[in-house]
């Protein structure tokens, strides 16, 4: 979305990855970078809504406009974010769920990593949702760092202690990845068709996408993340330009 904006607008765009979300030391000098090259705009998602607050504020001492993507920063400093709703995307993870297995059964959850503050509301909006339905039962709900290898071993666990479990809802791609490899795996050695386990998460990559098409994955709630990046770009050339964005600052959605 980014890439496809700048290109539009005829600007440059860099690209700075932290690596995952546990690394805020080094969004932080990342930050840095971006002061001491003198850019002009930033849009930046910040891995934590209070520990970027300081860096962030920096940056915007040095003359460097800010738009905020996707995840909030508790400051009143930022006049612009273009955000999704958390809790109603958890919302409508728990509606697919609840479909997928038929209004009953176990759910076993692995909503993101620990202190991410997106992960919270989302996570209350699914267990919110399939609150209204007795016959579905939250067993298990486990915190995981934001990579394939450890969702992999999370729910590799939690399928050997709950192997009659209906559903499970991974958070983000990655976690995605790790327990639909794991639910493969699981399921080849019982001699279980792809499906029989539903798994409903959010956003879509390549991998995916491919499970599916496959059978793996009964589906993702998608949260417009690639026309979030877009408008974040069209929305600090604004700021850049003198410009105050069209519509309210809390614009993106689910």
């Not at 991974?170 to 050695?189: E, H, M, Q």
């Amino acid at each position: 979305g980014s890439v496809r904006a700048a290109k539009e607008l005829g600007i440059t765009v860099k690209m700075y990855d932290a690596g995952g979300y546990e690394f805020l030391p080094k969004q932080v000098a990342h930050v840095e970078d971006i002061i001491a090259a003198k850019y002009d705009g930033m849009i930046i998602c910040p891995i934590s809504t209070k520990g970027m607050v300081n860096a962030v504020h920096k940056a915007m001492d040095a003359g460097i406009k800010v738009v905020v993507d996707n995840i909030d920063l508790d400051s009143n400093r930022v006049k612009n974010r273009v955000m999704k709703n958390s809790y109603e995307l958890g919302l409508w993870i728990g509606s697919a769920m609840v479909e997928a297995i038929q209004y009953k059964g176990k759910v076993f959850m692995l909503p993101g990593p620990s202190g991410i503050e997106m992960v919270t509301p989302m996570a209350k909006g699914f267990e919110d949702y399939l609150s209204h339905y007795p016959k579905v039962k939250i067993v298990a709900k486990e915190f995981t760092k934001s990579n394939v290898q450890a969702a992999y071993q999370t729910a590799e666990d939690l399928l050997k202690k709950y192997p009659d479990v209906a559903g499970i809802y991974p958070w983000s791609t990655l976690i995605t990845r790790g327990t639909t490899d794991a639910v493969k795996a699981f399921s080849k050695a019982k001699g279980w068709k792809p499906g029989k386990i539903k798994i409903v998460t959010h956003n879509i990559a390549v991998g995916v996408e491919k499970d599916i098409r496959d059978g793996w994955t009964y589906g993702a709630v998608l949260a417009e993340q690639i026309g979030m990046a877009s408008q974040a770009v069209y929305n600090v050339v604004d700021l850049i330009e003198g410009r105050q964005p069209p519509g309210n600052p809390h614009r993106g959605g689910t």
